[in-house]
């Protein structure tokens, strides 16, 4: 495996070919923010937040760092004047879906986001997507899913197959960054109770 | 049909095909694109089968059925060979006229000829019409002379001869080189240089490779990709085949949207007999070259057509964009190297091999070579699909070729590169049309839209409707495009209905710069362009709407009133029985008022107000004089009555 050796935020980091700028930055103990990453998933890029800025020769553009693979001499910066000023508006949007979501609120605190700036549309949603597809990838259920497209985009757990697989798992529930996820499941459950309620209600 | 398995029994094919027609032998061509279809080219089709057997001409007079002329806003459009005598807007009950005349030497139907708007004169060739006049019909061009569903006529033409070339003549680096030296630049988008793109495949590991048609055309209101399917299909796949040779390809496939019905069609049967022909399939023309190509039907979304999401759609899953920052041309469908190409790209590839990259370079500006097919809508005369050179400015296409704004409005800006491109103003107009030009206007060349637009047209209201249509059309997928377009229409539509407040621009600028910095696909980073070049050319009119609650284009409802005028007010009694929400109080003799509380702001005592009394006026950032008295409204007229 051949070693790379790329430069971030001015440390020397070893990484070897494959690796995403976010996985060197992260072996080298340099945190970048991310709110769609789960190392056991194919990298999503939904979220924007782990933007950094690289730099191949003359030549600096801003890549989000859990898809962005490392080569040689790369040089990279986590933060900048806006790298920060896109991540402190995207957690601002974020924020008027799931204005408590104490993740978002840390991340808030740290780039000075005002919580309040936009309208609160309190969906809870914040489509990271981590249900969706650590239900597809790790327990190749796809229990649930997406529906819809842009603005109009939801989760929803598919009644027929969340009946089956997911009393024993609820594996996802603590993945959410928000309280959607369960809210969202509580509801297909509401929705489908004559097939669900031979199970045992205990989570209400 | 035997299979044709060399270059010279392609050529002593395409000798019989033409000693069998005699060019001086009289026929009609009827467009029959979708557009003509649409307005009865069908029926006159018929008309025209029947009456030739009727008048008993069937051995002298040929029907041949076309691809779309450009001039759809005129069809169904007929041309009489060989006077090239041209007609529009045909009904079937003009046919037998036309029939008749058509065997007749310069036979022609007077009354259905163009009439020159400026002039009033009679012109009789398409080619002397100021719409055809100054276009330059490369591409599009044979569309008008070929019947699509016949490859006969496709060879007639010399099609395939720029196949034949490059599999005979010319090694796979050659035609590579060729292409790269015309610097072909793709049509479907940001204009990437196609050879570029080609030598990135061609160079990329792995024995199997793509070729792709970019045929979604999501754009709202562009159909030119449309068009040279319907009506030139195998000029694609000649340039699909030309390009699959230069990469080392054997299979391509063509991404096209469902909703083409015609093309699709046409394509079909343009596959089914380029390969009976051997034109696909194994050993082409004698060559060892090995291709086929698969029509994949595609129902999706506008970003269907953005690349990574067309490549992910061809595997068979949802047509969303891909993370990546590798080039598809390395790792595309299947992590398979994969070119794809816009539809009008892949069709200038015969041209290129044939006439040269010398010839073709010598069309067009420093950067930006050959031609472009635009399609032209909106506040202008005529409308249609209209190929210029590159470099011609906006203003030759809007007032030559397009015959200028109807109605005595004046111009106020175009709008080009669809959904997500922008409007530039008039002091623009003498900009060379070109990627980079476009681009550095703020607006680009995206696949090709162009909607004119007049000095009633409100650029914020504009603004929030392309924002609109691009936040429907998100795949919701990243932050900065589903949020920052949500908030974007929020701000947009508010300040267009008068709720706008100081500091939204700079929010609207702010929500730009995230969106076109980090957005995921190239949805995301040119959507903020409608907003962007509106503000950057029309900014008062945004700070009107903000701070006066004005809209100086009258347009937006929320910003008007309308009010009658007490001293041009016939009582005519016209709007009064008009009004479908009974607004308008008055009688006979008896001075209207509008009731403001009442009144839906739908224009139509506007719109009926005779122009002599022109009594109705529209106001915005102003207040609405107060009614006039009750006693003043009494018309006591100085009558004419006989
Ligand atoms: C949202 C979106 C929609 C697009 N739709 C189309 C389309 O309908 N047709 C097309 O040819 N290119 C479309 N493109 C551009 C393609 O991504 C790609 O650049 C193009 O097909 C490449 O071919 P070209 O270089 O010949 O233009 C779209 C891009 C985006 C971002
Ligand atoms: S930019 Fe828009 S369309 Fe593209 S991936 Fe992001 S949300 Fe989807
Ligand atoms: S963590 Fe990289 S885009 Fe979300």
Redesign the pocket.
Known sequence: MSDILVRIDGKEVEASQGMTVLEAAQSAGISIPTLCHHEKLEPFGGCRLCIVEVQVGDWMKRVVSCVYPVEKNLIVRTRSEMIDKIRKMILELQLAHAPDSPELLDLAQEYGADKDRFDKEASFCIHCGLCVRYCDEVKKKNAVGFVDRGIRKEISFIPEIAAKECWNCKECFPLCPTEALQAAFVLTKSLTSPPLSHEPSSEE | MPRINSPSELEKLRQGILSDRDPEKPCITLCSGSACHATGSGDVAASIETEIEKQGLSAELDLRKTGCHGFCERGPIIVNHPEESCYFQIKPEDIPEIVSQAVKEKGIVERLLYTDLNTDEKIINESEIPFYKNQKRLVLGSNGSIDPKSIDDYLAIGGYSALEKALSQMTPEQVLEEVKKSNL????????P?GR?WEESRNAPGDIKYVIV??????PGAYM?RSLLEGNPHSVLEGLMIGAYAIGSHEGYIYVRQEYPLAVENLTIALKLAEEYGFLGKNILGSNFNFNIIVHKGAGA??????S??MTALEGRAGE?RPKYIHTAVKGVWDNPSV???????ANVPLIINKGADWFTKIGTEKSKGTKIFSLVGKITNTGLVEVPMGITLRDIIFEIGGGIPGDKKFKAVQTGGP?GGCIPENLLDLEVGFDELSKAGSMMG?GGMIVMDEDTCMVDVARYFIDFLTD?SCGKCVPCREGLRQMLKVLTNITEGKGNEGDIKLLEELSEVAKEASL???GT?APNPFLSTVRYFRNEYEAHIKEKRCPALSCKELITYHVDPDKCQACMICARKCPADAVDGDKKKIHIIDQEKCTKCGTCFEVCPSRFGAVNKISGESVPPPIAEEKRIITRKSKEK
């Open positions: 630049r793709g049509r479907g988008g940001g204009g990437f196609a793109k970019n045929a979604d055309e999501g754009d990709d506008f970003v269907c057509g953005e690349s999401a067309l964009p794809l190409n816009n539809v009008e790209t892949w997500s696949s059309e696909c190239a949805l040119s």
